[in-house]
């Protein structure tokens, strides 16, 4: 998903579970608003006596996934994908009694089981040096009081409403609400507490059952990098996938879906198209040099007679309201449903020719490409083609939960060229979905591949401007580093982006300076 809202910070503090010390550990994360932190909390889980790991671990993961939403809300993310990262290893279980202390009897054997939930965390500046926040997660089954959490622990608003089915993404334990739903939850346990006649071994059934489970997320040291670090320009600029040529793969999809609504109107085609002129403004000299199935994208006969033939220049001034001299209101609205209809769904490759040198080299032709889609971005068809065939990749669209075309299951080492890659995922925290399980499908791991993602939330409102901004100093020869790139795509940046991958890279503009020339 895209948002336009402004996320809430936490501002309720909420009764925690107990947490063990956070240790510093490396870290290698590129960020200008984000920084890099350990995370961990320690969760419970019940379970019936002689339940195998496997199953305590299914729980746990069921209960670990609700921290999402509230980490979400008070502008954190984490990077094991929808909080999978639980290592049996740290269960600590306790065999109890679970009491009714209102039916009265003796009780039921149960398994109380703690885990500890350790990962790596990105936070905003604000929490550079901040040691906790408070939270809290669901029990395993909560989905069978998903109504109560709907109303008590959403903003239950028509956004909250379309994820009823995946709570997760929107419970937000920090609202007035749910912080007076969780203290007449614990009033309750805490009653009950009082009428058991051995703490040590039993357990209220109330307490057992709790629908909220108030915890802290401790954060260990800041760890972000401090130094600079670069793209492997000299890769780049050496032909990855197709000899002698940089390869630039961006893939726009719909971002508005209102059921109706023509190619043109939809927000995705303007950022698509604004993302193209930022990058011929600044580099001119582009030229369409292949269009998928040899589509004619600009000859066009319009429903009065007229003909109409057009240079891609002219779409994308189409798009900022200049229109083709002597056409009526009706024909240019004609024209623009006409453009969007034959340019969607269709690679369109755009090349400028170039002279690189590369240090001390020889100056040698080169071809700079940048082959683009936009449109029902819904497969894995575009996306396998995109990322197989490019050096840098870019999406900017929906990231789908996670569960979209993207989602790394879909792929497998096969549908990654052995070459050095920047993949760049402008959707919705794609730092949580997309990030840590590619780097296992690249050869050389992030040797050969370095990642751009956002933590949180990203607005969809200029984020042409902002990719066009990165991808024009990227290829400018100037040996921008990648602090520098993510500062120009800053009109999108409040979704805390970072790089991974990029420590181990070893190109130096003061060693090796690029110097690029048009043709």
């Known amino acids: 998903m895209r948002s336009y809202q402004k996320l809430l910070p936490a501002l309720a503090l909420l009764g925690p579970l107990g947490c063990d010390d956070v240790s510093q550990t490396e870290g290698d994360l590129t960020s200008v608003r984000a920084r890099s932190r350990e995370l961990r909390f320690e969760g419970r889980v019940f379970v019936e006596p002689g339940t195998s790991d496997d199953e305590i671990l299914r729980l746990v993961h069921k209960q670990t996934k609700t921290a999402f939403g509230p980490l979400r809300t008070s502008e954190v993310m984490v990077n094991n994908r929808e909080l999978k990262g639980v290592d049996p290893a740290t269960f600590v279980k306790r065999d109890v009694t679970v009491v009714d202390t209102e039916a009265g009897g003796e009780g039921a054997p149960m398994v109380e089981v703690r885990y500890t939930y350790v990962d790596d965390a990105v936070v905003p500046k604000s929490m550079s040096s901040r040691s906790s926040l408070a939270g809290a997660v669901l029990r395993p089954d909560y989905q069978s009081e998903s109504q109560r959490i709907l109303e008590e622990c959403t903003p239950n608003d028509s956004h909250a409403r379309d994820f009823a089915s995946a709570l997760w993404y929107v419970f937000e334990p920090s609202g007035r609400k749910c912080g007076e739903a969780i203290a007449t939850e614990q009033a309750s346990i805490d009653e009950a507490r009082a009428k058991l006649t051995d703490v040590e071994s039993q357990v209220a059934k109330v307490d057992a059952e709790r629908l909220y489970l108030p915890v802290t997320f401790a954060l260990g040291a800041d760890k972000t990098n401090k130094g600079k670090s670069y793209p492997e320009y000299d ?284 043709r």
């Open 235 to 518: 890769r780049l600029f050496s032909g990855g996938v197709k000899d002698d040529k940089l390869v630039i793969s961006l893939i726009n999809g719909l971002i508005d879906h209102e059921p109706g609504t023509e190619l043109h109107r939809d927000s995705g085609y303007g950022e698509w198209l604004d993302t193209l002129q930022e990058i011929f403004e600044a580099q001119p000299g582009f030229k369409v040099v292949e269009v998928e199935d040899g589509a004619d994208i600009f000859s066009y006969e319009l429903g009065s007679g007229k003909s109409v033939t057009l240079t891609f220049d002219d779409i994308i001034a189409m798009d900022d309201g200049t229109a083709p001299q002597g056409l009526s209101h009706a024909e240019k609205s004609e024209l623009e449903a006409l453009v969007a209809e034959r340019v969607a769904d269709k690679w369109i490759t755009f090349e400028l020719p170039v002279t690189v040198q590369i240090g001390d080299g020889d100056a040698k032709d080169f071809g700079i490409q940048i082959t683009t889609f936009f449109g029902h971005a819904e497969t894995t068809t575009p996306f396998k083609h995109a990322i197989k065939n490019s050096d840098v990749f870019l999406y900017n669209g929906h990231s789908m939960i996670g569960s979209g075309p993207l989602d790394p299951r879909n792929f497998t080492k096969s549908d990654f060229p052995e070459s050095y890659q920047i993949l760049f995922v402008d959707g919705c925290v794609s730092y949580n979905y997309y990030e840590a399980d590619y780097v296992p499908l690249k050869e050389g791991g992030t040797k050969n591949l370095d990642l751009i993602t956002n933590a949180l939330e990203s607005p969809a409102w200029r984020s042409g401007y902002a990719l066009g901004q990165f991808i024009s100093l990227l290829i400018d020869g100037n040996g921008a580093s990648y602090l520098e790139l993510l500062q120009s795509a800053e009109a999108t940046g409040s979704g805390l982006r970072v790089v991974d991958g990029e420590l181990d890279n070893e190109y130096s503009p003061d060693s090796d300076p690029i110097t690029i020339t048009a």
